[in-house]
């Protein structure tokens, strides 16, 4: 499953956020943020600490393991 939500708090110690979902208003706490790539023994790769009030779509997997941040989404321009 994938929901939309925004971020309201940011651990950048354990590289965690805490998250609320945009439409019933569930909280997620400490999920941990993808990246695009990281080395699993030397903690290579990207790195990109994202602000609080920043959208982002939450996978929960299906077979058990914790939720995380998927990915983030662009705020939609005003004119």
């Known amino acids: 499953m994938i929901i939309e939500g925004k971020v309201v708090d940011v651990n950048q110690t354990l590289?965690?956020?805490?998250?609320?979902?945009?439409?019933?208003?569930?909280?997620?706490?400490?999920?941990?943020?993808a990246s695009p790539?990281?080395?699993?023994?030397?903690?290579e790769g990207i790195f990109a600490v994202p602000?609080?009030?920043?959208?982002?779509?939450?996978?929960?997997?299906?077979?058990?393991p914790p939720p995380f941040v998927l990915d983030f989404i662009m705020p939609q321009e005003t004119l």
Not at 16 to 32: A, C
Not at 37 to 43: D, V, W
Not at 53 to 63: F, L, N, Q, Y
Request: net charge negative.
């Open 15 to 33: 590289w965690t956020v805490d998250v609320i979902s945009q439409f019933d208003q569930h909280w997620y706490l400490n999920v941990q943020v």
């Open 37 to 43: 790539y990281m080395h699993s023994k030397r903690g």
């Open 51 to 64: 602000e609080i009030g920043a959208k982002c779509h939450v996978c929960i997997p299906s077979d058990g």
